[in-house]
């Protein structure tokens, strides 16, 4: 690929420069939040950075589910994409230049979700902040948690400390404080929310910022009395990081890159949709799958044991077959598959396919 605007290329390798222009990439005009001038704790934001990433290395486990994402092989790089693949980067790509939230769905197993894990693994992101789904969900529960029965029972027994010390943002908070660079923010799943839980983000994605109202009711510029501590320390969703809340209110900077997945098992409200980028997921071609293999189990494994891979590979494609059924498998049964027949304790040649019909069957079957 060629095209200098792609800052995201899905090719799970980090590029400094695509990440320096990411900092200094112009918002559209009418897409433009807060401003470092009006920030008194700039140098704290700022600050802050350098903890994140720090945190996300940490995190091994999440580091390589970005790190071996892949949607092309390196050696068809210079090659002429596919359109489906050529879709999911332009969308991720557009999304971050326009500030606007991703709508991503497809099958299960077809990376919807690790998407989030390579842009901010591509792009140097630090950790992902991620908000999974169910029908109880609450915005309430993103944005922020107040625990005002443990502030209580602290006064009880004389022992209250400040009122951030009660307060934690939840992953959606956490996104949109002010920041240098975007956070990536996962929201698993939201087509399993209650119905009125997209609605309830619109103007929170359209103006990047909400009250934490306990603390807006003490702010100074609020409260006749200034007898509160301001600005306010708070917890984030981020581990042993907190921040710093300027008269009760979050306001992003720069606005997160924000990646909903949904299975596609309802449909959202048009003003929802208006607000996102939608795109579909592929599923995995055979050259995708050597790809992924060979991120997760490295080129030497995959050559030794070419003849088992590339056997499951077709097999996990149905190759082969006349009439071939919807795959409707996921691209980690694959990689379960070859882990078990090609490890040290691989099971003896007449428990192979035994093996291969536990672990590759398709997610429509019941029994």
Same mark, same amino acid.
């Given at each position: ?41 700039? !140098? /704290?934001?700022?600050? $802050?950075?350098?903890? #994140?990433?720090? =945190? ?5 486990? *999440?580091? &390589? ?74 915005? !309430? /529960?993103?944005?922020? $948690?107040?625990?005002? #029965?443990?502030? =209580? ?5 004389? *022992?209250? &400390? ?74 984030? !969703? ?130």
């Amino acid at each position: 690929m060629t095209e200098d605007w792609h800052l995201f290329r899905g090719n799970g390798q980090q590029r400094e420069k695509a990440t320096e222009i990411l900092k200094n990439l112009e918002p559209p005009p009418w897409r433009k939040f807060g401003q470092w001038s009006d920030l008194e704790n700039s !140098q /704290e934001i700022r600050d $802050r950075w350098p903890e #994140i990433r720090q =945190l996300a290395k940490k995190r091994e486990r *999440e580091q &390589l589910r970005g790190k071996n994402f892949r949607l092309y092989t390196e050696a068809s790089e210079n090659q002429e994409l596919s359109s489906d693949i050529r879709d999911v980067i332009n969308a991720v790509n557009a999304a971050i230049y326009l500030r606007r939230p991703l709508l991503v769905t497809g099958n299960p197993g077809s990376g919807k979700s690790t998407l989030a894990y390579a842009i901010a693994h591509e792009l140097d992101l630090g950790t992902v902040l991620s908000w999974s789904i169910t029908a109880r969900t609450t915005i !309430q /529960e993103g944005l922020y $948690r107040y625990d005002a #029965i443990g502030r =209580l029972q602290d006064a009880q027994q004389g *022992e209250e &400390l400040h009122i951030g010390n009660y307060i934690k943002l939840g992953a959606l908070g956490t996104a949109f404080l002010a920041s240098d660079l975007p956070r990536v923010l996962l929201i698993d799943e939201i087509d399993k929310s209650d119905i009125n839980l997209p609605n309830d983000l619109l103007n929170l994605l359209e103006e990047g910022q909400f009250p934490i109202d306990e603390l807006v009711r003490r702010s100074p510029k609020n409260n006749s009395e200034k007898n509160e501590i301001e600005p306010f320390t708070i917890n984030t !969703q981020d581990e042993g990081i907190e921040a710093v809340i300027e008269d009760g209110w979050v306001r992003c900077q720069a606005f997160p890159i924000i990646v909903m997945t949904s299975n596609g098992e309802r449909d959202f409200p048009p003003a929802f949709k208006r607000r996102c980028l939608r795109i579909t997921m592929p599923d995995p071609k055979k050259e995708g799958l050597e790809a992924i293999v060979k991120a997760h189990f490295g080129d030497e494994k995959f050559n030794e044991y070419a003849d088992i891979i590339n056997s499951l590979i077709s097999e996990f494609l149905d190759e082969g077959k006349a009439n071939k059924i919807a795959r409707n498998r996921a691209t980690d049964q694959l990689l379960n598959t070859i882990y078990v027949l090609t490890c040290s304790l691989s099971p003896k040649a007449k428990d192979e396919e035994s093996v291969k019909n536990l672990l590759l069957k398709r997610l429509s079957d019941n029994d």
